[in-house]
């Protein structure tokens, strides 16, 4: 009966505790994070679930409008946010661990327009770009000089803002690189229907919010799954499954703000 207790005592002591779910919220933003057959996937979703498994922390996933999984993420213990954009103003709200993926967002036109040369914000003006409603891209052009209804028109998806692209009702769109790559992949159009002719903002990047009640712990459990997933390897194929490969562009206009 000892040698059974000591066994079972060597046993719990030789293996981490059994860690509390993980509650993980996360909003459509495809392809990093989205919903397809009844199931939450995407590039962070499923490097996030390699995370939880490497760190044997269970993961439980749940798709909301993000406003309520912010609000959630902020007041529940236990929980994470996913793809967050890490600002100084969010800094001290969450735990950090990442990044996950760069956020480079481009101005495009149609291949086509070789008409359409931007060298100066004064050229930007001239044009119609199309963002997304209520966007951070949005309150940047606006601060171009960019006013919405005139020089900018909102939709309400990326992939609404495309076709008003190929339609001519605009003469650009302001597009994150890799979300421009996943709906022209999704609507079965060439990869080279567009092209980048500004960069509008490269400032931050894309990383996994903790509440701020997560134990050292568990931050440090998955951070480091996260560097030795992108040490391996399988962070930049999962990166290229979802996004193709990472690329770039060189000799365009640079409207950004460090």
Known sequence: MCSRL??????????????????????????????????????????LQAMADKAAIPLSLQLLPWARAYAMTQSTPGSLLFSTVRTPERENLFRWVGPISPRRIYLYRLAGRRDIQ??????????????????????????LGLRIGQEQDSGRSDAVNLGKLQLGRVDLVAMLDW??????QQAGLDAHLVQPVALLDDARQYWYALNRQTPDDTVRRLQAALDALEQSGYTERLRQKYMGRDKVPAHI????VH
């Open 6 to 47: 000591l066994l079972l005592f060597v046993l719990l002591c030789g293996h981490p505790a059994m860690a509390s779910t993980l509650l993980a919220y996360t909003e459509e933003l495809p392809p990093l994070n989205f919903l397809q057959h009844d199931k939450v996937s995407g590039f962070s979703s499923e490097l």
């Open 179 to 184: 979300a421009m790559a996943w709906q022209l």
């Open 253 to 256: 206009a640079d409207f950004t």
């Open 118 to 143: 931007l060298h100066s914000i004064e050229q930007l003006r001239q044009l119609r770009t199309s963002t997304l409603f209520e966007s951070a891209t949005q309150k940047r052009l606006l601060e």
